[in-house]
């Protein structure tokens, strides 16, 4: 029988709670005993929601460290830039460790984590949800069974919503390097990278081919005659897409990020959203007066493997609709879905005199899936990467969908190629 395996939360914002919140439908697999975060307000709202003493609560790792180790891991929920410098000292006290994604935002960084995560023989598993939603892993196991023969070409989207991508990377805290430390296609898109890797397991990346630019946003294209704040000054606030008013008063999504996960924030009458929104909240802003830093909003790479076969990735930001479509095709068949709707088709090469010569099976992962993490954020991902971490601290072997650090140096090390691909005009050579 396994055992409860209790958890330090180290930034405990959003991601850290949503991880640690599968403790009260699991309470005999995951406790929370510890809360490091500098952000009072946050603090106050964990330690009340998760009961955690307050000789377990410190502002910051050191002095978590200081004391002798008293949990068996620590999820670290910081942002990009914090991921390596607070992880460090924890691995180094003797925890093992969930770690968000992107785990470190440059290849210093990353090879600083690693060393450490060598040397003191630790356990770390990174964020990559979606490798456990019941699409991504029904895709893996068709490839696991040879149901598409040796992969050819995987082609693979990313198209992210105009109001998605407005609220995290043109008014949010990832539109530029300068503020998150990570371009668009690492902080989003390092889980469809990481998502190719898996796919195309064991074969490596060899060299990768990069392109993409600052398409849409930046004052630079600023409409003519648009104001400074939507709900103030915009004559054009009706016919905007990106109206503040529209998206965090009408439509009210993503209310994480424009109310900072505060609790208090977050329900507060619409009046004084609104009134927020007109003078201090930075989400009233427009969303043209924001210096991305020459972040991407589209980006597009080719990678080429060991064995020979190929892939492409495209991120597109500010599209109608939310979209990931994946195409692999192998010596024996090919399979097509769109993640959305749970749905691919399958199709094999069946040598007949029937003119086609393929047969075709539609799934819907919803009717056929297995149940183990279909509920819950990210189709399931989020609850389905917590209990396996628990299982894999648990003494068992990692599962299929486990990402370990040395599988996320794989797709982080593309993805930092493929920007220097993009700002050189080169191939590089992994
Ligand atoms: N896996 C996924 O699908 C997924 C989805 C969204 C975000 N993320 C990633 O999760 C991470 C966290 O994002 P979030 O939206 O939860 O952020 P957040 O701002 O809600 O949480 C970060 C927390 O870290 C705290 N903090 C700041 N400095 C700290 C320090 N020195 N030591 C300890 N804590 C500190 C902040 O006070 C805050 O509470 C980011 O890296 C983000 O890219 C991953």
């Known amino acids: 029988m396994d055992k409860q ?8 914002g959003n991601r850290a709670n949503t991880y640690a919140s599968v403790q009260f439908n699991f309470p005999e697999k995951l406790k929370v005993v510890g809360l490091v975060d500098p952000n009072p307000e946050r603090m106050k709202f964990m330690k009340e929601r998760f009961n955690v003493p307050d000789e377990n609560c410190f502002d910051y790792v ?52 690693r060393e450490v995560a060598q040397r003191c023989g630790s356990k770390v598993v990174i964020c990559h949800v979606l490798r456990y939603t019941k699409f991504y892993k029904a895709v893996k196991n068709h490839i696991l069974n040879g149901d598409l023969g040796d992969i050819i070409s995987i082609e693979m989207n990313e198209h992210v919503n105009f109001h998605h991508m407005c609220v995290s990377y043109v008014r949010g805290k990832w539109r530029s390097e300068e503020v998150c430390f990570a371009p668009m296609l690492l902080a989003k898109s390092c889980h469809d990278i990481d998502l190719m890797m898996w796919m195309m397991k064991p074969t490596k990346p060899i060299s990768v081919a990069s392109f993409g630019s600052e398409f849409m946003f930046g004052p630079q294209n600023k409409p003519e005659g648009a104001g400074n704040r939507c709900m103030v000054d915009c004559p054009l606030k009706d016919e905007c897409a990106y109206s503040a008013e529209k998206h965090y008063i009408d439509i009210q999504r993503w209310p994480q990020y424009v109310w900072n996960d505060s609790p208090e924030l977050r329900n507060l009458p619409v009046e004084e959203k609104r009134r927020l929104l007109e003078t201090t909240n930075p989400f009233g802003e427009c969303a043209w007066n924001f210096d991305r830093g020459g972040n991407v909003d589209h980006q597009t790479l080719i990678v080429n493997f060991e064995n020979g076969a190929t892939g492409t990735f495209s991120m597109i ?3 109608a609709k939310s979209e990931r479509n994946i195409h692999i095709i192998g010596t024996k068949g090919e399979l097509k879905g769109l993640f959305e709707s749970s749905k691919y088709v399958l199709r094999t090469l069946t040598p007949s ?30 609850t389905g990467l917590v209990l396996d971490f628990l299982e894999y601290m648990n003494g068992h072997e990692p599962s299929v969908s486990c990402t370990t ?19 050189t005009g080169t191939i590089i050579k992994l």
Do not use: W
């Not at 395996?5 to 405990?12: E, M, R």
């Not at 910081?78 to 410098?85: E, F, I, W």
């Not at 006290?93 to 969930?98: A, H, I, N, R, T």
């Open 5 to 12: 395996i209790t958890a330090i939360l180290v930034g405990a």
């Open 62 to 113: 050191d002095a978590l460290c200081k004391r002798e180790k008293f949990a068996d891991v620590v999820i670290n929920g910081t942002m990009d830039q914090l991921h390596v410098d607070t992880a460090i000292p924890t691995l180094e006290k003797g925890y093992d460790l969930l770690l968000e994604k992107p785990f470190a935002v440059n290849e210093e960084e990353m090879n600083r984590l």
């Open 317 to 319: 930001g500010g599209a």
């Open 353 to 382: 005199k029937d003119y086609s010569g393929y047969t075709e099976t539609e799934y819907d992962v919803n009717v056929t899936g297995d149940m183990i993490g279909a509920t819950g954020g990210h189709g399931g991902g989020d």
């Open 405 to 423: 650090l040395e599988d996320s140096v794989v797709s982080h090390h593309t993805v930092f190629c493929a920007n220097e691909s993009r700002k």
